[in-house]
């Protein structure tokens, strides 16, 4: 079985500034894929970014972007120029990959990280 | 619709009354994945369809929940003689075919048993 590991309950950076969200996990499969979701308070998961575990290059999306250490297992997200509005819950989560076009891909995921965005 | 539509939002339950979820999946997506997330904690698998086929129901607590999508469409998870350790949020998520599509995820179903 997977596991995903965030060690940071809660943080806060000033906006505008730099923040690093950590994220590790532990599975013995060599393909899958790793994901960062936000959760606002309306609770809906917005995908942030995501990183395939065959790909070397970092994974990035705008102002944010991965930092994928695949033989330390990995994931942190890097997020520039913090706006207010990057404030919410951020999850990290495992899928791992199945042959088949219709495998059952279910998410893992972390306990999550609390970030506050101070104007 | 344009995303994953879930209702209701909100639901206060007895305990020991059944309860009846619903989960509009994006249009013409086949994967259909139901999530119970509970206070301070990450969203938890209970079950997946693939079209009207429940292939993968491991993460159901037990038999007291029970999901179903008849038409590979709309789906609907039950949960009977409610408990208060019931109390969660309930997120859908639904895929278009193809392994590796981005999930997307409706805003969830937040149940409290009192």
């Known amino acids: 079985a997977q596991t995903v590991t965030q060690s940071q309950p809660e943080m806060s950076v000033q906006e505008a500034e730099t923040v690093t969200l950590s994220c590790t996990y532990d599975t013995s499969e060599s393909n899958y894929y790793l994901f960062w979701y936000k959760q606002p308070p309306s609770r809906q998961m917005i995908l942030v970014i995501r990183?395939?575990?065959?790909?070397?290059q970092n994974a990035t999306e705008n102002r944010f972007s991965v930092n994928f250490q695949k033989a330390a297992k990995s994931f942190s997200l890097k997020i520039s120029d913090s706006q207010l509005g990057d404030t919410a819950m951020y999850f990290c989560a495992f899928m791992k990959l199945r042959g088949s076009n219709f495998g059952n891909e279910k998410l893992t995921f972390g306990t999550g990280t609390r970030l506050t965005i101070i104007p | 619709g344009a995303g994953v539509s879930q209702s209701p939002r909100y639901k206060v339950a007895k305990r020991g009354q059944d309860v009846a979820l619903r989960c509009d999946p994006i249009s013409g997506h086949v994967s259909l994945f139901w999530y119970q997330q509970a206070l301070g904690q990450g969203p938890e698998f209970l079950t997946y369809?693939?079209?009207?086929?429940?292939?993968?129901k491991s993460g159901l607590p037990s038999d007291r929940f029970f999901a179903e999508r008849p038409e590979g469409s709309v789906s609907t998870l039950k949960i009977q003689r409610t408990q208060q350790e019931d109390s969660a949020v309930y997120l859908c998520a639904s895929r278009r075919q193809g392994y590796g599509n981005t999930i997307y995820f409706g805003e969830g179903s937040w149940l409290t048993v009192v």
């Open positions: 990183q395939e575990a065959y790909k070397q």
């Open positions: 369809f693939q079209n009207e086929a429940q292939l993968d």
